[in-house]
């Protein structure tokens, strides 16, 4: 097989840069509400394009984009859009200035939609240069003067030191709500600059139990997959096992001594993994001899030896199929290739390692010093093993040069924090990667995560102070559910009107649904605390909140009796109330809420826009009456929008609708 040298595709994707997000709302709309006589307005109808672009940090210039360029079609989010008006306009506003990009964010007052915050970096590179410009406030005014004829911008405004303020035009945003409907919400992916990705993600060990710890990895990592796949990213799903190492000379030789004719009793002598794993352990721990037996075990496994990988690949069957349990349960779909699948590639990428003198001796073992870092790296351990940082480092060029990705992205918890600090660094030394500060592609990030607490704020574990098995934790939360959802029938006098198969699929739905949600609603870096009554509650930002106000919804479409399939050909969605106004305006900015929940990694983000969005269409049903009155039409529209959205976010989320109360 022939690949690329690594410094060679590191050179290939030195052109590509990528943006940076770190928040989406601008702090400082309406700013200097009182200094109605420096305001500007002007109308402006602009053509719509897109960049990536942000209200903090800059983005990359549409030239430097590795793929999915916006062209002149209204693809891309709102932001996105607005961003390619504004950079037309720094080009006409200051055109010796040609690294300038456009800081375009959310406004939360009442003085526009969006707003461009250029103005006031501008002055303090310009000014005592004999511009004509006089203060931030005339190079605001300019900004807005010089933005290209659009239909998405109804007026501008300039504030202060030059806040550029953006209202959108209803008829615009009417339209774009409308075309959702009638292609799909698809029409709505944002724009990523990459076009494949590798999240690695769930990883658990052969041989032992799936734990909490497990599930965030798992949950996060499918939800990351699965936004990147919704904004046109190929995602190479990695479970990157512990199938690998010394702890398989332990399981196997017990399993000789156990059972010397295993291969004839099969699955029945391992029988509960995680108990067979102890009992090995112990055996190893206490009997010197056979740890020895265990230790020479190891060596004839890696060897190849048939009997051995023969044991090997049994251990590892019976584990896949109780993790599978796991899997499916989530609906989470993941591609192993685990350690042993990149063994074989280590000898070549140390040797190129050492090559260009990376790796030194140091006590024996074989190491790499980290600028930084007061331990180095080791690669090869004293014994001549392997480890962590060499299985890593191959799979990460195996990563870049055999599946070509762009950018690798790994979940683990934040313990792990350092080790994957260290092994970036060593892949940067070696020219795999650029630099940090060079904010180019490939990119690499860990992905960390808190702990999953107990109401005791420690640790989640059972009373006995074992590790809470998955399965049994997914498979209570389920019960629970059906148990309210039984009950609440019944209190209601519905139980007849549901079948033995819809009650099962609606407590699935809810109860793990409720899970991942009361995962992902937090930022991933906190540690957060398992409580089944919080997480189930029907009031709150929960998942059965949230998934109760979508069946409400379609309940409201289906009270109608009217065919929704024709509204969206026929009918026409007005924004003439404030309510509709808001909902509308919240609706058209799922695309960039995705773009930044996927630049910077947190799935929180998403949750927050569900959340809100939810608690807006609440205050809309409230104010505008839907069913019997004149604005029927537009609306249902806007009720079929909501739930449309809503439902593309449970998607994302890993969570299954429920369209029944």
Known sequence: MTTAAPNTLALHFASRSFPSFSRRRSPNCGYFRAASTRLVSTRQTLSPTAAMGDGVSTSAPPQEQPRNTQDEDGSGSVKQQLSK?????????????????????????????????????????????????????????????????????????????????????????????QEMLIEGIKNWAPVLPVGRAVIDFSSPNIAKEMHVGHLRSTIIGDTLARMFEFSNVEVLRRNHVGDWGTQFGMLIEYLFEKFPNWEDVGNQAIGDLQDFYKASKKRFDDDPAFMERAQQAVVRLQGGEAKYRDAWKKICEISRSEFDMVYQRLNVDLEEKGESFYNPHIPRVLEELSSKDLIKESEGARVIFIEGHKIPLIVVKRDGGY???????????????????????????????????????????????????????????????????????????????????????????????????????????????????????????????????????????????????????????????????????????????????????????SLDHPDERVLGLHLIQFAEVVEEACTNLLPNILCEYLYNLSEIFTRFYTSCQVVGSPEETSRLLLCQATAVVMRQCFHLLGITPVYKL
């Open 85 to 177: 008006l504004v950079k037309s306009s720094l080009q006409a506003t200051v055109p010796d200035l040609l690294d300038v990009e456009p800081l375009v964010a959310v406004c939360t007052a009442q003085y526009g939609d969006y707003q461009c915050n250029n103005a006031m970096s501008l002055w303090s590179r310009i000014k005592g240069s004999g511009t004509n410009f006089r203060n931030p406030n005339s190079v605001g005014q300019a900004i807005a003067r010089n933005l290209p004829p659009s239909d998405i911008i109804e007026s501008t405004s300039v504030a202060g030191p030059g806040f550029v303020n953006i209202i959108l035009s209803n008829k615009w945003v009417s339209k774009r709500i």
């Open 387 to 573: 480890n962590y940082a060499s299985t890593d480092l191959t799979a990460l060029w195996y990563r870049l040069n055999v599946e070509k990705a762009e950018w690798i992205i790994y979940v683990t918890d934040v313990g792990q924090q350092q080790h994957f600090d260290m092994f970036f660094s060593a892949a940067r030394m070696a020219g795999w990667l650029p630099g940090p500060e060079e904010k180019k592609f490939p990119r690499t990030n860990h992905v960390g995560f808190g702990l999953v607490l107990g109401s005791d704020g420690k640790r989640f574990r059972t009373r006995s102070s074992e590790v809470v098995r998955l399965v049994d934790l997914l498979d209570e939360a389920k019960a629970r559910s059906k148990a309210e959802l039984v009950q609440r029938l019944k209190d209601n006098g519905k139980i007849g009107e549901w079948t033995d198969e819809e009650l099962e699929k609606t407590a699935e739905a809810v109860g793990y649904g409720a899970v991942k949600y009361a995962d992902l609603k937090n930022n991933r870096l906190t540690n957060y605390t398992f409580s089944f009554d919080q997480m189930l509650n029907d009031k709150g930002n929960t998942a059965v909140y949230l998934l109760y106000a979508h069946a409400r919804i379609c309940s409201i479409i289906r009270r109608s009796n009217r065919d929704i399939e024709e509204l969206k050909k026929s009918g026409s969605i």
